[in-house]
């Protein structure tokens, strides 16, 4: 996916306070970016590459609107623009807080498609529902549990090593992961074998 040579990178120590939140990741940071740039950060290789695609909703979108192709082209374009908002949003947050609500739209535009295929208007797999819904949940539950610092604020010091909210929410993510990836391929199975009505 990474086809543009982008800007210089910077190292841990260079790259802009409120990305500094893991200093084991040593480099590959993206430098203060206007929303150009971050829709630019889309199509080259730096540490936060894996995370912006993994922010796993465009299979969705596709097998939800398998049936209406320039609809679904529609929706593929104003997810990956959404994402790139996103992205702005999160890179220039100021606090844990506001870099877990920059996702909220993509969360909100995941929940129509999840809310077309409950109705029975977009296409996928009956069983992925309930796959992608875990996902979802599993992820709000990781970034709450992270940002409110929970189980450490009430013990401070236990936490240190094991068990502290960080870690919670990587199992959480983990968890999250793997549930989309249950979907994506119930999703692959059901268009393998669905046939769009015809005109």
């Given at each position: 996916?990474?086809?543009?040579?982008?800007?210089?990178?910077?190292?841990?120590?260079?790259?802009?306070?409120?990305?500094?939140?893991?200093?084991?990741?040593?480099?590959?940071?993206?430098?203060?970016?206007?929303?150009?740039?971050?829709?630019?950060?889309?199509?080259?290789?730096?540490?936060?590459?894996?995370?912006?695609?993994?922010?796993?909703?465009?299979?969705?979108?596709?097998?939800?609107?398998?049936?209406?192709?320039?609809?679904?082209?529609?929706?593929?374009?104003?997810?990956?623009?959404?994402?790139?908002?996103?992205?702005?949003?999160?890179?220039?947050?100021?606090?844990?807080?506001?870099?877990?609500?920059?996702?909220?739209?993509?969360?909100?535009?995941?929940?129509?498609?999840?809310?077309?295929?409950?109705?029975?208007?977009?296409?996928?797999?009956?069983?992925?529902?309930?796959?992608?819904?875990?996902?979802?949940?599993?992820?709000?539950?990781?970034?709450?549990?992270?940002?409110?610092?929970?189980?450490?604020?009430?013990?401070?010091?236990?936490?240190?090593?094991?068990?502290?909210?960080?870690?919670?929410?990587?199992?959480?993510?983990?968890?999250?992961?793997?549930?989309?990836?249950?979907?994506?391929?119930?999703?692959?199975?059901?268009?393998?074998?669905?046939?769009?009505p015809s005109d």
């Amino acid at each position: 996916m990474a086809f543009l040579n982008g800007p210089r990178l910077l190292d841990w120590a260079n790259s802009p306070p409120h990305l500094q939140f893991n200093k084991y990741v040593l480099t590959g940071y993206r430098p203060i970016s206007s929303v150009q740039d971050c829709i630019r950060s889309l199509f080259y290789l730096h540490n936060e590459l894996g995370n912006i695609y993994t922010h796993g909703a465009l299979p969705i979108v596709y097998s939800t609107l398998l049936c209406y192709p320039f609809i679904r082209t529609v929706a593929l374009l104003v997810y990956i623009l959404l994402s790139s908002y996103a992205i702005y949003c999160a890179v220039t947050a100021r606090s844990s807080v506001r870099r877990l609500r920059s996702f909220a739209w993509q969360a909100l535009f995941r929940f129509s498609f999840f809310l077309l295929r409950w109705v029975g208007v977009g296409g996928g797999s009956p069983t992925s529902l309930r796959h992608f819904l875990t996902m979802d949940a599993l992820a709000v539950l990781g970034g709450v549990i992270n940002i409110t610092r929970i189980p450490e604020r009430f013990r401070p010091g236990l936490f240190d090593y094991w068990c502290n909210s960080h870690q919670i929410m990587h199992v959480l993510v983990v968890g999250s992961i793997l549930y989309l990836h249950w979907g994506v391929l119930d999703d692959l199975l059901w268009i393998n074998s669905y046939h769009c009505p015809s005109d």
